[in-house]
Nanobody, 126 residues
Framework: VQLQASGGGLVQAGGSLRLSCVASTRTFSNYCMGWFRQAPGKEREFVAAIGWSADVTYYADSVKGRFTISRDNAKNTVYLQMNSLSPEDSATYYC????????????????????WGQGTLVTVSS
């Protein structure tokens, strides 16, 4: 599956952004989806994930209460609504897909993601 993330940009601290990721697959509803991010000089880290039915979501502690992941299976799209942004959220954000939760969705680890799409850069100014 190919993933295309978009929606990044420059925003002031306290502001909001919504990221989108479109997956090129006819079986999108079979994929668990997630967002990861990587800041310069840091390892790629988990941000949020959502099951194929959208009933289950997971968040990194650093974004709980500020970020919301959602999906629209009719549009093959997963979203990340980011509110109350801080400079620490500045990073390139990547989406990831896990078919039938067979890989990274079990660990929520970036190391278990075997394919990345291009990311979208988020810069939060102080």
């Amino acid at each position: 599956v190919q993933l295309q993330a978009s929606g990044g940009g420059l925003v002031q601290a306290g502001g909001s952004l919504r990221l989108s990721c479109v997956a090129s697959t006819r079986t999108f509803s079979n994929y668990c989806m997630g967002w990861f991010r990587q800041a310069p000089g840091k390892e790629r880290e988990f941000v949020a994930a959502i099951g194929w039915s959208a009933d289950v979501t997971y968040y990194a502690d650093s974004v709980k209460g500020r970020f919301t992941i959602s999906r629209d299976n009719a549009k093959n799209t997963v979203y990340l609504q980011m509110n109350s942004l801080s400079p620490e959220d500045s990073a390139t954000y990547y989406c990831a897909a896990d078919l039938y939760s067979s890989s990274w969705y079990n660990s929520l680890s970036a190391r278990d993601v075997d394919r990345w799409g291009q990311g979208t850069l988020v810069t939060v100014s102080s």
